[in-house]
């Protein structure tokens, strides 16, 4: 079946201006999560839906970021008025249930280049 | 401060051989721990898992090993094979948190 799609795979922008991240989870899974890959670091968790529960959004960096999931099955990560340091892998992740014990399937990603 | 440490950054191995890679965490609150594999250009594929009730889990050439004293576990790998080159993440979660934490990687790499 289908796996974690994400789109788009690479995307270049200024200093400053507004990025939208899309995900489709693996149809079926509740649980979706957001992270991010910088240069030479581990994954950093950003943020987390569970069904039609409030996200958890305790790894969100700052304010400039934000996500939302419709419907429970796409989500769109955006980040406003990016910064440099915001260059990094952006990961996004499904689960058939949340909880410490679901294995996780992972999208490709989408490589973010801030100019 | 991390609470999932992979020490070595990155471990050569030669094929047939046994690679072994380590994690170490400091959170007592961590039950479940699990090894991604990732190659470049790609998100990382899961490999095998452990809860904290058991100390060893296997999966054919892998196996994991926990040593909750310790705070410690490693992924083995025998035989190496040279598609098994590439960077591999520890990752572990507890309680009712959904999100897992990751070890910053550690590249294998498998020489014929």
């Known amino acids: 079946g289908a796996g974690v799609s994400q789109s788009p795979s690479n995307k270049v922008t200024e200093k400053g201006k507004d990025v939208e991240l899309r995900c489709d989870p693996i149809s079926g899974h509740t649980a979706l999560y957001w992270y991010r890959q910088s240069l030479g670091q581990g994954l950093e968790f950003l943020i987390y839906f569970q069904g039609n529960s409030a996200p958890d959004k305790s790894g969100l960096p700052s304010d400039r970021f934000s996500a939302e999931r419709t419907g429970g099955s796409v989500s769109t990560l955006t980040i406003q008025r990016t910064q440099q340091e915001d260059s990094a892998v952006y990961l996004c992740a499904s689960s058939s249930s949340g909880g410490s014990s679901y294995e996780q399937y992972f999208g490709p990603g989408t490589r973010l280049t801030v100019t | 401060d991390q609470q999932v440490k992979q020490n070595s950054p990155s471990l050569s191995v030669q094929e047939g051989r046994i690679s072994i890679l380590n994690c170490d965490y400091t959170?007592?609150?961590?039950?479940?721990f699990l090894w991604y594999k990732k190659y470049p250009a790609e998100g990382p594929t899961f490999l095998i898992s452990?809860?904290?009730?058991?100390d060893k889990n296997e999966d054919g050439r892998f196996t994991v090993f926990l040593n909750k004293s310790a705070k410690h576990l490693s992924l083995h790998i025998v035989p190496s094979q040279p598609g098994d080159s590439a960077v591999y993440f520890c990752a572990a979660s507890g309680g009712s948190q959904g999100n897992l934490i990751f070890g910053k990687g550690t590249k294998l790499s498998v020489k014929p």
């Open positions: 959170n007592s609150m961590f039950d479940y």
């Open positions: 452990i809860s904290s009730i058991k």
